[in-house]
């Protein structure tokens, strides 16, 4: 059995019995709940494109704008530099890390479905205040609403799917959440190069049609099902019994069910699930799933092009249409990368995809690095030849991150957690991923400004470092049942002790002996 053996009792251990069938029911609740991704991709595409726009920087930035027009002879680095600016992308996350210790309340006491649909909400607004702007302070509001959808949204979707999905398509089903995220920014970038042409309110059509990925999110939330798990959660046993009957295909989900039920009942017994999630027999779900993941997913670099490729080709020398046609092509590689993971993950695993993508994009940021470093600075412009080379590596780059660190830094967290810790330990995660991610977003243009070709080095620096925490504390999870996960680590060479002395020590034994009388 996957996951190193079964132990009496605990959740998981049917997970041999388990049945289900592909049904029409399940493709579609899982595609209508992934549009969740829409939201986050839609922002990410749409942001940098905006911010590169002369309508918008004119009318919001005039300093920025001036600058980018004035051609600095000093560093073509430095065109972007600006705090404000950048704040404008990087409140959105600043919300949404806070928002999602509200999500985790709701998706833990009201289900998935009603964080989906109130995260929905916040997005549309967001998205209404953003294309109506006359100022700065409204501008920032828009983008705090709009985090708050992120909020919801990135707490509840990756669950919602994982808890649906069968244990063999768990990998697959999980990345339509990838999926959506990446054809959310290909649509932007797309609606960025046609409205950049439409003078003076462009940037508007861009920013408010974010609307519409979150009205389609609101009816998703509205018409899907919510999940058997957080049913039986509440207490709704008839009703999750027929949801997963139908996600499944089949009626025979007896084993299933009583394993659900099982770790609901060690669920509710948990009452501060934050202070459980701290204890020693969690700790590498603690480090792996809810810390480091989600953390190098942002210091892969990958985000910081997405939100500023626009901005980034338009320094290195490119016009500002060709600019953005050349982030939408980048992003179209974001897309492809998606569907090759989506279709081969659960057949090779997710470390292998983490290892190899690993080494490639490494390899990419080491050539930027050096082709920036000897062709490019000073006032001096790239060649169409090194332009469309570094455009290929930078193809390449996406490519790599989009079957790896992108849909797996979703995936694997969304997995690690049983359910007694699940909606606090997801917070944990969209947490440190927004940290991350606004430090980013936040610190990118200053540090590409001093540290110049540097911080192309030191993100692949960064992917060393975590390719290496891949390789020796990640065990494989691809195929291994929700809620068998936990019997991976009482079985890896390095956890194994730590989370063995965990349960010990709850059940009052040292060094695993009974305490004598």
Request: aromatic share 12%; proline share 4%; hydrophobic share 50%.
């Amino acid at each position: 059995m996957a996951g190193g053996g079964l132990t009496n009792g605990g959740p998981g251990k049917r997970a041999h019995l388990y049945e289900h069938k592909f049904t029409a029911y399940f493709a579609f609740t899982c595609v209508v709940g992934a549009l969740g991704g829409s939201l986050f991709g839609y922002d990410l595409g749409v942001s940098g494109g905006v911010t590169s726009m002369d309508d918008f920087l004119e009318k919001f930035f005039p300093d920025v704008y001036r600058k980018k027009h004035a051609h600095l002879k000093e560093t073509d680095y430095c065109k972007y530099d600006n705090q404000v600016l950048t704040l404008f992308t990087s409140s959105l996350y600043f919300s949404a890390l806070v928002m999602t210790f509200f999500a985790s309340y709701l998706t833990r006491n009201k289900g998935r479905k009603a964080t989906i649909i109130v995260g929905a909400l916040s997005f549309l607004i967001g998205a209404i205040l953003n294309a109506a702007a006359q100022n700065i302070p409204t501008l920032i509001i828009g983008r705090v609403f709009l985090g708050g959808g992120i909020g919801f949204g990135n707490q509840a979707v990756p669950l919602y799917l994982s808890e649906m999905a069968p244990a063999s398509s768990r990998g697959a089903v999980n990345q339509l959440f990838q999926f959506t995220t990446c054809a959310g920014i290909l649509i932007a970038n797309l609606v960025n190069y046609f409205t950049d042409k439409i003078h003076p309110h462009g940037w508007r059509i861009s920013l408010g049609l974010a609307g519409i990925p979150a009205v389609l999110m609101l009816l998703g939330g509205i018409f899907c099902a919510e999940t058997p798990n957080s049913l039986v959660e509440q207490g709704r046993l008839d009703e999750a019994r027929k949801v997963l009957e139908k996600v499944r295909g089949t009626k025979n989900v007896d084993a299933e069910f009583e394993d659900l039920k099982d770790a609901s009942e060690l669920a509710q017994a948990v009452k501060s699930p934050f202070k459980v999630l701290l204890k020693r027999k969690y700790r590498p779900q603690l480090i792996i799933g809810a810390l480091g993941i989600p953390a190098f997913q942002q210091l892969t670099g990958n985000n910081s092009i997405l939100f500023y490729a626009p901005v980034i080709f338009q320094s290195l020398g490119f016009g500002s249409n060709a600019a953005l046609f050349s982030s939408f092509i980048t992003n179209g590689a974001l897309l492809v990368a998606t569907v090759i993971s989506m279709f081969l993950v659960d057949k090779f695993g997710r470390r292998k995809f983490f290892l190899e993508a690993g080494f490639e994009m490494i390899c990419c940021m080491i050539i930027t690095a050096v082709v920036l470093a000897v062709e490019f600075g000073h006032g001096k412009e790239l060649s169409k030849g090194i332009s469309a080379f570094l455009v290929i590596v930078i193809f390449l780059f996406v490519l790599a991150y989009g079957r790896s660190w992108g849909p797996l830094g979703w995936l694997v967290p969304s997995e690690l957690f049983p359910l007694e810790i699940r909606s606090a330990a997801q917070s944990i995660v969209v947490c440190v991923n927004m940290i991350f991610t606004a430090l980013v977003a936040q610190l990118f243009l200053l540090s590409l400004c001093h540290l110049k070709y540097g911080i192309f080095l030191l993100f692949g620096g960064l992917i060393v470092v975590m390719s290496v925490f891949v390789f020796f504390l990640l065990p494989e999870t691809k195929q291994v049942p929700i809620e068998e996960i936990y019997l991976l680590f009482e079985n890896h060479w390095f956890w194994k002790n730590i989370v063995r002395e965990g349960t010990d020590q709850e059940q009052g034994k040292p060094n695993g002996k009974p305490i004598a009388p």
